[in-house]
C-alpha cells in the first residue's frame, strides 16, 4: 500500500494486498476453489485439445458470439474500461512487479499481464491494439474462467449448482451461488481491514454494506449491480443509478429554503469511495431569475483524504450512510428567489490530486504524460448536475 517512506502517491489511491477467501467463502464441495482470486492468478495452462479456436479464446469478443447479450453489456461498464489511460499512463513507470500489483484488480488474469509486459517490452505498451488481451481489462475471464474451467452462477431456471454434465457446452460448466454473493466483489471492492486510517480502509465497501439495511433484507452488490444478471454495473459515474439511490426534498418558509438529501437506496456509504465529491449547492437569483455572484452556499459530501509526506491522512468524512441526511439552507435573497441542486464529481480526487501531481512530476511529450494528460481530460468531463430546482419565497 502507498504509504510507506518516500513512495509517492499512487494514482489508484492506494495498492494493497488482496484478501482471499474472507466474507463467507467457506470450503463447502460446492464452493469456489481456495484459490479462485489468489493474486496473482495462474496461467489457464493447456485447453482441452477437442476444443475449437473460439473456445480456446480468452477475448471477451469471441465469448461474445455464443453470449452477445452479455458482451454488449459489459461492453458499456467500467469493468471494461479498466485497462485506462489513467492506469496504463503509471504503469508505464512502474517496474514489473508494481505493474503486476494493479493489474490484479484491473486486467486479472496471467494472460494479460503476459500480453502487456510484451508490448512493454518493444516499447509499444502506450498502444490499445498492442496491448492485446490486457486491453480488455476486467474481462469474462477474469470473472468466469480458471484453467480453462467455466464457473458459473447457479443455473438460471432450476438453480441447479455444482459440475453440469461433461458432454455439455465449455465440457460441462461449475455453477455456485458464491456468483450471486457480496463476497463474489470483495477480492476488488474490499481493501483488507488492517490497511486503516482513521478507523477505515480507503475501500471499504464490503464492510458498508454489512452493516447495511439492504444487507439484512438480503440484497447483495450484485442485486443493485447487476439486476436480472445484468453484465452493466452502473455507479457513481452514471446520473440515472445516483437518482436511484437519492431521495430529495425541497421546502421553504418564512426566513429560507431547505435542501435535503437522504440516501435512501444506496447499499453502502454513498459514495463507498474517496475520489468522488458531491456538493450540495444554492445559489440566490436576481429579480430576472439570473444567479447572483458571491451567493453561493455549499455542503460537501466526500471522505476526503489527502497523501502528506508518505502517509494518508483523512481530513474528513461527511458522507452519508444507508439512512442519513445532510440539509443545505439558503436564507431569502431580497428578490425571494433561490436555486438548488446536486453536483456529483465522480472523479473529482483522480482530477484534481493525482493527475495534476502526475503531471507535474511526468516528463513532458513522453507516453506516460500523453495518457495521463487524457485521463485527466476524461475526469474532468464526468461530472454532472441532479435535482435543480427553483424556490419562491412564500408571501
Ligand atoms: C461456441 C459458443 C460459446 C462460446 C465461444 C462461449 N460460450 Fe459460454 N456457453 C455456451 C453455451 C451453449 C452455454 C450453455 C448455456 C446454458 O446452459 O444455459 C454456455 C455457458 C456458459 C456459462 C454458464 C451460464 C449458465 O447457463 O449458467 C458461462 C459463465 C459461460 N458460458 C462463460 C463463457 C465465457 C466467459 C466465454 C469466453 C471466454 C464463453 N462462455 C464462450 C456457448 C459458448
Ligand atoms: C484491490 C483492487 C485494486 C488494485 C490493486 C488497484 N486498483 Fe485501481 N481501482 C480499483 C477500483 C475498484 C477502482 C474504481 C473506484 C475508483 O474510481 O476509485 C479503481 C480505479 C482506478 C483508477 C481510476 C479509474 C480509471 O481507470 O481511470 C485509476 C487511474 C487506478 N485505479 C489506478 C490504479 C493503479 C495505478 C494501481 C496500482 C498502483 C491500482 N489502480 C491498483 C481497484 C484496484
Ligand atoms: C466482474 C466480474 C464479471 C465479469 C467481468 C463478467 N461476468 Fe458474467 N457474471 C458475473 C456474475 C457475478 C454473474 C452472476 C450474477 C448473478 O447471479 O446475479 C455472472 C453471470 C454470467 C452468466 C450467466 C447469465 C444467466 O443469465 O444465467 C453468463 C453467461 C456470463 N456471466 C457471461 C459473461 C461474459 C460473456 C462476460 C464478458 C463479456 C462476463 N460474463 C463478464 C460476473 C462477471
Ligand atoms: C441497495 C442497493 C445497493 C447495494 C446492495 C450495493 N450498491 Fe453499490 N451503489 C448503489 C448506488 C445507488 C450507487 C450510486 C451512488 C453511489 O455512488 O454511492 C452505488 C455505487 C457504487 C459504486 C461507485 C463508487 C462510489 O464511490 O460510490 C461502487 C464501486 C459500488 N457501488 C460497489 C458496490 C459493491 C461492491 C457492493 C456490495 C458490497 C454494492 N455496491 C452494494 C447501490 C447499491
Ligand atoms: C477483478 C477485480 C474486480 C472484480 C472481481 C469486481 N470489480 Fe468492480 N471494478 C473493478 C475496477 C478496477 C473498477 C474500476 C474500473 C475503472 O474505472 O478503471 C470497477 C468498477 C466497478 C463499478 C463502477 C464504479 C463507478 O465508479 O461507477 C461498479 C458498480 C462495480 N465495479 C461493481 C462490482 C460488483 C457488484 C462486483 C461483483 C459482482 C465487482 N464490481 C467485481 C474491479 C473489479
Request: proline content about 7%; some cysteine.
Amino acid at each position: 500500500m502507498a504509504g510507506k517512506g518516500t513512495e509517492r502517491m499512487k494514482g489508484c489511491f492506494a495498492v494493497v494486498a488482496i484478501i482471499v477467501a474472507a466474507f463467507g467463502v467457506s470450503a463447502r464441495a460446492q464452493s469456489l476453489p481456495a484459490d479462485y482470486w489468489q493474486h496473482p492468478l495462474a496461467a489457464q495452462g493447456a485447453p482441452p485439445s477437442a476444443w475449437s479456436e473460439q473456445e480456446r479464446s480468452l477475448k471477451p469478443e469471441d465469448c461474445g458470439v455464443c453470449h452477445a447479450d452479455k458482451l454488449e453489456e459489459w461492453r458499456t461498464s467500467l469493468h471494461a474500461k479498466a485497462f485506462s489511460p489513467g492506469l496504463v499512463g503509471q504503469l508505464l513507470t512502474f517496474d514489473t512487479e508494481e505493474a503486476r500489483s494493479c493489474m490484479n484488480c484491473h486486467a486479472p488474469l496471467a494472460e494479460q499481464r503476459q500480453a502487456f509486459e510484451a508490448a512493454r517490452r518493444k516499447g509499444r505498451g502506450h498502444l490499445s491494439k498492442e496491448q492485446g488481451l490486457a486491453a480488455a481489462g476486467n474481462s469474462c475471464g477474469g470473472c468466469h474462467v480458471r484453467g480453462y474451467r467455466r464457473f458459473a452462477p447457479p443455473q438460471r431456471d432450476t438453480g441447479a449448482v455444482g459440475q453440469s454434465d461433461p458432454a455439455g457446452p465449455h465440457g460441462g460448466v461449475f455453477r455456485t451461488a458464491e456468483f450471486e454473493m457480496s463476497g463474489f466483489c470483495a477480492a476488488c471492492h474490499q481493501f483488507p481491514r488492517d490497511q486503516a486510517i482513521n478507523g477505515k480502509p480507503l475501500e471499504n465497501t464490503v464492510v458498508e454494506w454489512q452493516a447495511s439495511p439492504a444487507a439484512r433484507e438480503g440484497k447483495s452488490c450484485q442485486s443493485c449491480h447487476m439486476p436480472d444478471r445484468k453484465h452493466l454495473w452502473r455507479g457513481i459515474h452514471d446520473p440515472e443509478m445516483v437518482k436511484a439511490g437519492l431521495t430529495a426534498e425541497f421546502a421553504s418558509d418564512a426566513t429560507k429554503a431547505r435542501f435535503r438529501l437522504t440516501s435512501t437506496g444506496v447499499g453502502h456509504a454513498f459514495p463507498t469511495y474517496v475520489t468522488p465529491k458531491v456538493v450540495m449547492t444554492g445559489v440566490a437569483l436576481d429579480g430576472a431569475g439570473k444567479p447572483m455572484r458571491g451567493t453561493e452556499r455549499q455542503h460537501v459530501i466526500q471522505r476526503r483524504v489527502e497523501f502528506v509526506n508518505g502517509d494518508w491522512v483523512e481530513r474528513y468524512d461527511t458522507r452519508l450512510l444507508p439512512g442519513q441526511s445532510a440539509t443545505l439552507d439558503m436564507p431569502w435573497p431580497t428578490s425571494g428567489r433561490v436555486r438548488l441542486w446536486l453536483e456529483v464529481h465522480p472523479d473529482d480526487f483522480y482530477d484534481h490530486d493525482v493527475y495534476d501531481a502526475l503531471t507535474r512530476d511526468l516528463p513532458k511529450g513522453g507516453a506516460p504524460a500523453r495518457l495521463i494528460a487524457e485521463a485527466d481530460h476524461r475526469a474532468g468531463e464526468s461530472r454532472f448536475t441532479l435535482f435543480e430546482t427553483d424556490l419562491v419565497q412564500p408571501r
